[in-house]
C-alpha cells in the first residue's frame, strides 16, 4: 500500500512539472507561425515538423551561442536562453507534431 501511494505521488508530480510544449511554442509561433510554417522573418528554415533531436540539437546551440546559420543566432539565443533541457525537449517534440 505504501508503495503504491509513492507511486501515484510521483506520477502526480511529473505530470505537474512536465515541461507544456504547446504552451511554450505561443512565443514562437510569432515569427515561425502557429505550425511552424512560416520562414521566421524570411530567414530561418521552415521548422514545421522537424525531428525532435534536429531541433533539440538546434536549440540547445542557439542557448550555447555556437548556432548561426542565417546571422540571426543572436536573436535565437534570446528565445531560448531561459528554456531548461526539459523545455527545449517539450517544444522540440511540439513541433515535431505540427503539419
Ligand atoms: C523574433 C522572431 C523569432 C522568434 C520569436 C523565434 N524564432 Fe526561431 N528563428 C528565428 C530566426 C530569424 C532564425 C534563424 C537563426 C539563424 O540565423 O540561425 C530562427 C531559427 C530557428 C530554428 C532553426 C532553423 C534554421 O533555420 O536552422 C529553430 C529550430 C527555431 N528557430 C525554433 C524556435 C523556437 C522553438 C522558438 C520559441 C521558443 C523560436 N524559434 C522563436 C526567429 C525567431
Redesign the pocket.
Given at each position: 500500500m505504501k508503495k503504491l501511494s509513492i507511486a501515484l505521488l510521483f506520477a502526480a508530480a511529473s505530470t505537474l512539472l512536465a515541461a507544456d510544449g504547446a504552451a511554450?511554442?505561443k512565443?514562437?509561433a510569432?515569427?515561425?507561425g502557429p505550425k511552424g510554417e512560416k520562414k521566421?522573418?524570411g530567414?530561418?528554415?521552415v521548422?514545421q515538423g522537424?525531428d525532435v533531436a534536429?531541433?533539440e540539437e538546434?536549440?540547445k546551440g542557439?542557448k550555447a551561442g555556437t548556432?548561426?546559420?542565417?546571422?540571426?543566432?543572436g536573436?535565437?539565443k534570446g528565445?531560448?536562453a531561459s528554456?531548461s533541457d526539459a523545455d527545449i525537449k517539450a517544444?522540440?517534440e511540439y513541433?515535431h507534431g505540427l503539419k
Open positions: 511554450l511554442y512565443k514562437c510569432g515569427c515561425h521566421a522573418l530567414k530561418s528554415e521548422i522537424w534536429k531541433t538546434a536549440l542557439y548556432r548561426n546559420v542565417h546571422g540571426m543566432g536573436l535565437m528565445q531560448v528554456m517544444v522540440a513541433i
